[in-house]
């Protein structure tokens, strides 16, 4: 979004009507004491209604209202593009929509016109300071494509003729009444209704002659010839399931040699073997493994032994090499050293 500042002319002073300043204390008094700042947008807005523009000292007056630092409520201000900061026409400012549905109607001839007949540039006011434009972001009624916006009004379906006479009106002080501009109602069907157009819908004489109808399809008008016999069709082939290969057992003539307890009652932390957790350490425990030199001095078969015996980790002990990650680890290291966290 391009800096956004104050207008480099400002007014001497500013004071919200006598109406406004009754709204204002109204919207004040909705939030709890301390809070009175929550009023600052609603401010800004009855503000830039009464004079068509945020002024610096529209901003000072707001924020001495609402005990708020001045700059809080420029941030305010610079941050939200409904804010203008620069003095708009007199009579009206345009805020065309350029989103794509517009684009695709006709909002390109509407700028062509703002240009030629207010001012080359948005934001710049026309040579009798009446009028002012700019282009905006969708204004939400994209079925009624291309419009703008002046003021809370939206004027929609616009083509060449009609936002030439928009203007007109606006100059003369009679502008056109605010909606679709081409005769339709609201988002109706350009062309007018296309479906449930027969009066009859709407006067009752057609309620329940459905009924009428249904019974009249439902009366036999010659006896049904009998059902034809349903043959089942003829049941699918069993196709015998190959036998999974077994697996090879490791006999138990390659048991490595386990333990009933822990030496000393301390069992070493086999959660620092890469891939053990707790599940598997208490699994381990049960199996008779509590040290790193009991697994470090095992045979490859020993290994395999106790993979067999792992249930649901079973291929872990063989993958993550226990053997050569115990040895390490009964040498006295440790993952904290600078060798990485892997043992291996």
């Known amino acids: 979004m391009s800096v956004r500042r104050l207008h480099n002319e400002q007014p001497a002073s500013f004071a919200f009507s006598a109406d406004n300043l009754a709204y204002a204390r109204k919207v004040i008094a909705r939030y709890p004491e301390g809070k009175q700042a929550s009023a600052v947008i609603p401010l800004l807005m009855v503000g830039q209604s009464q004079e068509g523009w945020v002024s610096q000292p529209m901003i000072e007056a707001i924020a001495a209202m609402l005990d708020m630092a001045p700059i809080r409520v420029l941030e305010v201000a610079t941050f939200y593009t409904q804010f203008q900061l620069a003095p708009v026409g007199a009579k009206a400012h345009i805020q065309v929509c350029g989103t794509t549905p517009c684009r695709l109607r006709g909002a390109e001839t509407i700028i062509k016109i703002c240009k030629s007949r207010l001012a080359e540039h948005p934001f710049e006011l026309s040579a009798d300071g009446d009028f002012s434009w700019e282009e905006v972001e ?199 050293d600078k060798d990485g966290d892997k043992p291996v």
Not at 291 to 298: E, S, Y
Request: with cysteine; net charge negative; glycine share 10%.
């Open 138 to 336: 969708c204004l939400g009624a994209c079925v009624n494509a291309p419009m703008v916006a002046v003021g809370s009004d939206t004027y929609e379906d616009l083509d060449e003729t009609s936002f030439n006479a928009l203007i007109d009106g606006f100059k003369a002080g009679n502008p056109p009444a605010p909606g679709p501009q081409n005769g339709r109602q609201f988002s109706a069907p350009a062309g007018g209704d296309t479906a449930l157009t027969d009066p009859a819908l709407y006067d009752g004489s057609v309620v329940g002659k459905y009924r009428a109808f249904a019974r009249e399809e439902l009366k036999p008008t010659e006896a049904a010839p009998p059902p034809a016999p349903v043959v089942a069709p003829a049941p699918a082939p069993v196709v015998a399931k190959p036998a999974e290969e077994p697996v090879e057992k490791v006999a138990d003539e390659f048991k490595p040699a386990l333990l009933t307890a822990a030496r000393d009652g301390k069992a070493d932390d086999l959660k620092l073997v890469w891939g053990v957790g707790p599940k598997l350490e208490e699994l381990l425990h049960g199996l008779g493994v509590y040290h790193f030199d009991q697994v470090a001095a095992w045979s490859e078969m020993n290994l395999k032994w106790i993979d067999q015996h792992l249930g649901a980790f079973r291929g872990r002990a063989v993958r993550d090499k226990w053997i050569d990650q115990c040895k390490k680890l009964a040498s006295g290291w440790r993952p904290s």
